[in-house]
Structure formats: structure tokens, C-alpha cells
DNA sequence: TTTAGCACTCTCGCCTCGAGAGTGCTAAAT
DNA sequence: ATTTAGCACTCTCGAGGCGAGAGTGCTAAA
């Protein structure tokens, strides 16, 4: 990796800076007019040489302006961006929204998925925390009609989960508000595996109670189990790149098809620090779905308790600074909301 | 409204069906030699010249073949489609995909915005049912930490909600099982107008909890305040209707947006009976935003009960009679459903 | 090392033109 | 009175040609 000389990188970052606002091809010329440059554009046309030697800048032809290759945005994301910061008034305002919503994870997921989708002009996808080591915390037993009936669980982080059930014969109200209380006593804070130790003191209908609700816990560990929230698909098709029905398909299909997320989300950012943001540049050579588009994305949550994944999805043509401090924002925030759904 | 001859009719249905196929304008030649009608080309045009003339057929520009109009396809659907069924192996495969999924409403809605969008080829959204006389059923009430508390609810219908809140100052859990069992006691099957009226034989906290239970209530009968599930978007963009960006930017922007979906549902499906199947044929007229597209509409549920809505978003050159009868016998399922949850 | 000058290259929009498809009319046939 | 063959006419669509404009790379001077 050879050392840019300061200019080429002032060069390097100009080119991404124009390209990206304008998506046009941006010329020696245009260059030093738009940013006054001390330089002249024949000084810049050899810099631009060397710098497409280098590999991060190419021409869609022979006679047009430059444009970034991938590696050239990888390079100025690294290297040159710095780290920004958004402003206190925008950091004010989504706060604020968020505090509104009170402790309504469903409505937090939403407003994340609009704020990111808003203030990066792309597509969103945030997905609900998911329990890493879920703990029983208490249990309900309603009787509804004959052999049917309903059960609520409450797991650690407040996750309510809830499955309706026949049994094999009518039970009254008072035998399952028994059996729920001999079990929430008996199973307080336990693990899936900690359940399956308790089922020896336990009579018929208890422990096939505990059978439930053991799946039902291990089934809230699956990493896109809950709820996946979008948003701002439409942004997506206003970009110029996405003109084609195609590529703006292929783009659209990540988010759609949950298959393609859960390995894309498995393979990338769950082996990810909290509180790092991870930025996929044009595919990275494995990921054929979205040579068109960079993902950014971050997890959020605490290690060991609840995590959740949060991105935005645009053309390789993104404003990354703008987008990365949205992303760190609000994953901020959401691992602030886990939090407080876990204080005890 | 004038009366057509038979072979008119024939001729207008040929053409649709040809159109929908290939999507391309058809020609008096080809449509003898694609259906082998035992009268001429010349014929044809002649009957094709009074259809245009009657605001059925168009022709894009003077020399090419001839289009639907949107009036074209409403008298195809209404008078010359016929009611169509699902054949019964499809249904079968259906059906089995359900009742594979138990009780389980979130799957049961996944499920059905997958199946519509796969047997329509189009984009597909479902809503959850959403109570419309909502009882009270159940309260548990749980301490957290400190001063936090998490309330669950269960309505009529097995509708689980959920909320976490603070109280001025921190109450035992035996309190609060306390304060639950006396509700639960007295409010069983209550509306939220019902439960405004006991509130005078409660203390302080009781009294806190129920307004909240009251509000809660209220908000599980909004139309849309529950999810709305979506599946398919990609299968509009394949379509060459959609080929220009913005028109498919203005067909994924109703299912994208809540507010224009909430309108469109309340003034469209709302007032109309369950078990029927609403079309909506290029905007109608009122809606800017499907001008360049079809819905396929239904609702389904109990009246009284709960009812939710589902239906297909795809181009005017819609299968609309695949459409409708997927659309129908989805519907149908859902209902059992929420009977089913609702049986007492 | 930087810059002015200049020839060269390549795209893009615009035009033209011919092929092809399909129509509408007219006159003959049934 | 219908239906059909025949035919002139219209319009789109794609291919090819052409000129303007933008931007480059090189060379030679500063």
C-alpha cells in the first residue's frame, strides 16, 4: 500500500466529495474551479493519473472525468474522513423522538428505522434486540375455552412472548394458576438449560408447560427471529445508479428476502464490537447481491444480554460520513434503550 | 351502457388475456392466428374499432395494436372474467402451509403475504387483525426494579400487550399481584367503555393501572396500529409497467407509507362485507398514487370481533382473476383463524 | 516541479432513413 | 347486410451518421 502524497489525498478526497453530491464524473477542470484549488488543472490531471494507477479512481471512458473505485471509497472512508460527528441540534431531535416513545420497543424500532432511512437518504433495516441468554422471569397460564388455552411469558429484558395451546383434557383456571405459580417460583432467572434441571420436582401438566416454554426460549435466541424493521425503500430508487429495474431488484431483494440478510448479518456484523461500525463497500468480492450497493452497518445492545443489528442501504455513492455518524447515533441509543428494559 | 355482441365480448376478452401475457399492444393478425378464430383479420378490426370507440381498447399510436383501457378491464372483471377457483391441489398445499404454523399469528400473517405474493407474482400486504370490540381478559402485573414495573395484558382474542412503566414510588410484588387479582376479578370481559364505569371501587394504583389499561385498549382498535406485513416488492419491479423508476417509485411508496395506506384502506375496504373481493383498477379516478396500477383487496375476520385486510399491489395488466380467487381463499383461512383464536 | 497549449478521443444528443407492423378504408364476395 | 381481400397510409423503432463538447495526455516552456 504505497503512501499518498498530502495532495493526492486532498485530490482523492475532492473527486469522492463532488462525485458524491453530483454523481457525475468530475473533471481536472471543474475541480480547481469548484474548490479554488492553488493548484492547476494540468497539476491535478497528473495527479489523477497516478492515482488511478493507484487504483482508486478509473474512467467510464477515455475521455470523461474520474470517478472513485471502490477501493478509492474504502480508502477515504479508512483514511481521509475522520470521524464526524452529527450535530447537537439533529443528536437533540432525534433523542427526543426516541424518549417520546417511552419504553415501546415496537415503536423504537420504527422510529429507528425512519430516522435512518430519513438522514441517510437510503434504506433502513433495523432488527428487534434479540436475547442473547434469555432468563425466565414469570409465567401465565389463562384457560380460554374447554382445552384451550393461552400462555404468557415474560422473559428477562421484558420480552413477552405468548402461544396458544390445547391440552389433552379440560383444566380449571385454579390448576393453571397454580401450576404457573409453583413454576414461577420454582424457575426465577433460570436459563433454558437451567429449566431443563427442574422438571423432576414437577407433576404432568407442569412439566409439559416447562417443555413449551424451554422451545419457546430458545426460539427467541434465533438472530432474526423477531421482527425485521425496514424503511425508505423509495430512497433507494431516487438514486441515479438504481435507474436500471435490475440493480435496483438485486438491491431490493437483500432486504427482502430474509434468507439473504440472515447470512449477510451472521458472515458480517455479529462477530463485530458493539459500538463499531462496519462498512461493506460494493460487495467486497463475496457478496454478488450487492456489488451495487454499500451497507453500513452496526450492532447495538450489551454482549450477553440483548443484541440487535441496525444499517442503511444505498448506492456505493453514499455520503459515508453523513451515514456513519447517523448509524453510531442511533445504535447509541438503542443500546441505551436495552439497558434500561434490562435494569434489575 | 351500451350492449356488446357476443363476438365483441370474445374479442375484448382475447385481447385482455393476450395483453396480460405478453404485455404487448396485439394486432387484429395476430390475435386470429394466436386463438384460430374462424373469422378474419379485417373482421376483427372492425369489431376492434368499436370497442376503441366505446372506451374499452386503445391504440398507444396510430399504427399499433390496441391496449385495455382501465374501463376495458373493469367490464373484464366484472362481466366476462367469471368466478374463477384456486384448484384444489393449490389450495391444499395452502392450507397445509397454515395449519403447519398452529396458532401462531405472526407466522399465520408471514405466511400469508408470502403466499399472496408468490401465487400473484405481485406485491402483497397484510394486516394484522386487529380487535375491533376489544374485552378485557387478563392482567398480570410484574415488578422489574426499583420503581419500574412491566404490565401485560391479554385481550379477547388472545391479543397480548405489553407495557413498561414508572410508579411515583416502589410498590411490593405482592402488592401489585394484589392489585392485579382485584382487577382481573372485576373487569372480566369488559370494553374500554365498561371499564371507565368501575374505576370508583378502586384505590390510588388500581385506579393508575386501569386508565393505562383503558388506553391500551384504545390503541389495539386503531386499523393500522398493529404490523402490517409486506412481501413480494420485487416481483412489481420485474414487471415492465415498472420499468421507469418512478412509476415503480410511486407503487412501492403505498406500501411503504402508512398514512397513504391507512386512507387507502379506510375509504376503500372498510365499509365493504367480509368475503368479498374489492378491485381497484388504475386509481379510479381518486388515487393519484395507483394511477399506473391494480389493487385486489379483501377483509377478512368477524365483523364485531376482529377483522384485518389483505390484498395485492401489482400492475393494471394484472392475472386478475388468478389474483382475486389466491386473494379470496387466503382470506377465508385468515377468517377461520381469528374465529378459531376467538372461540369461547 | 508546475503550467500553458494543443491535438486527440470518446460520448451524447440529434437527425435521418428504411423496415416492419398495424391500421382504416374501399370494393368485391358471400 | 355482413364479411373479407386488397391496399395505401401512418407511426414506431432501431441503426447509422454527424457535430458539439468535455476531458484527457503529452510536450515544451516557465
Chains 1, 2 share one sequence.
Request: hydrophobic share 40%.
Amino acid at each position: 500500500m504505497p503512501k499518498l502524497t498530502e495532495r493526492q489525498k486532498l485530490i482523492l478526497a475532492l473527486v469522492i466529495r463532488s462525485y458524491i453530491e453530483t454523481a457525475q464524473p468530475v473533471g481536472s477542470a471543474h475541480l480547481v474551479r469548484r474548490f479554488n484549488l492553488d493548484f492547476s488543472s494540468a497539476t491535478v490531471r497528473n495527479e489523477m493519473q497516478t492515482l488511478t494507477e493507484l487504483g482508486y479512481l478509473r474512467q467510464p471512458h477515455t475521455s470523461a472525468g474520474r470517478v472513485p473505485t471502490e477501493e478509492g471509497y474504502r480508502y477515504f472512508v479508512r483514511q481521509l474522513m475522520g470521524q464526524s460527528e452529527l450535530p447537537v441540534a439533529t443528536k437533540h431531535t432525534i433523542a427526543h423522538q426516541f424518549y417520546q416513545a417511552g419504553h415501546d420497543v415496537d415503536r423504537w424500532m420504527r422510529l429507528a428505522a425512519s430516522v435512518l432511512a430519513h438522514h441517510s437518504q437510503a434504506a433502513s433495516l433495523v432488527t428487534a434486540p434479540h436475547t442473547e441468554q434469555a432468563r425466565f422471569k414469570h409465567l401465565e397460564l389463562i384457560a380460554t375455552h374447554g382445552r384451550q388455552m393461552l400462555m404468557v411469558m415474560v422473559l428477562s429484558g421484558g420480552d413477552v412472548r405468548q402461544q396458544m395451546l390445547s391440552l389433552a383434557e379440560p383444566v380449571s383456571q385454579e390448576q393453571l394458576s397454580a401450576a404457573a405459580a409453583k413454576i414461577n417460583a420454582l424457575c426465577q432467572g433460570l436459563t433454558p438449560e437451567g429449566l431443563a434441571g427442574v422438571t423432576a420436582q414437577l407433576d404432568v401438566l407442569e412439566k409439559d408447560v416447562i417443555k413449551l416454554v424451554i422451545d419457546d426460549m430458545r426460539r427467541s435466541q434465533d438472530i432474526l427471529g423477531g421482527e425485521v424493521y425496514r424503511d425508505g425503500l423509495t430512497h433507494v430508487l431516487s438514486e441515479p445508479e438504481f435507474a436500471e429495474v435490475d440493480v435496483a431488484r438485486k438491491a431490493l431483494r437483500i432486504l427482502e428476502e430474509r434468507s439473504l440478510l440472515e447470512d449477510l448479518l451472521a458472515r458480517t456484523i455479529m462477530n463485530d464490537a458493539i459500538g463499531g461500525v462496519q462498512v461493506l463497500i460494493g460487495g467486497e468480492g463475496t457478496w454478488e447481491e450487492l456489488r451495487d450497493c454499500s451497507m453500513v452497518l452496526a450492532r447495538y445492545g450489551v454482549p450477553g444480554l440483548a443484541t440487535g443489528t441496525l444499517g442503511v442501504l444505498g448506492p456505493i455513492r453514499m455520503a459515508y460520513g453523513q451515514t456513519i455518524s447517523t448509524v453510531r447515533y442511533v445504535a447509541g441509543l438503542l443500546s441505551d434503550l436495552v439497558v434500561d428494559l434490562h435494569a434489575e
